[in-house]
């Protein structure tokens, strides 16, 4: 009886362990669309700048990025091997 009484207890705590994983999973999944959703609709951290452009183009993108994002740091590269 007392090992009947063990086998129900451990398949009810095994149901509800499953249950309580698939609501998890269900929440997480929830998250990442979320997550992946907003990411989609942010603007670029970070702007590429083609060569040819005058001093005031320069100027003009570096202002509009600007306003778009709150803290700004400008790395200059001359196109050789990125290591930062």
């Known amino acids: 009886m007392a090992e009947l009484l063990l086998i129900v207890s451990l398949l009810g705590i095994f149901a509800f362990g499953f249950y309580l994983m698939s609501r998890l999973d269900r929440f997480l999944e929830e998250n990442r669309k979320a997550l992946l959703k907003e990411n989609e609709s942010r603007e670029p951290s970070e702007i590429l700048l083609p060569q040819g452009l005058s001093e005031s183009e320069i100027l003009c993108e570096i202002r509009r990025f600007r306003e778009t ?11 050789q091997k990125n290591d930062f």
């Open 69 to 79: 994002h709150g803290n700004v740091d400008i790395i200059l590269s001359d196109g």
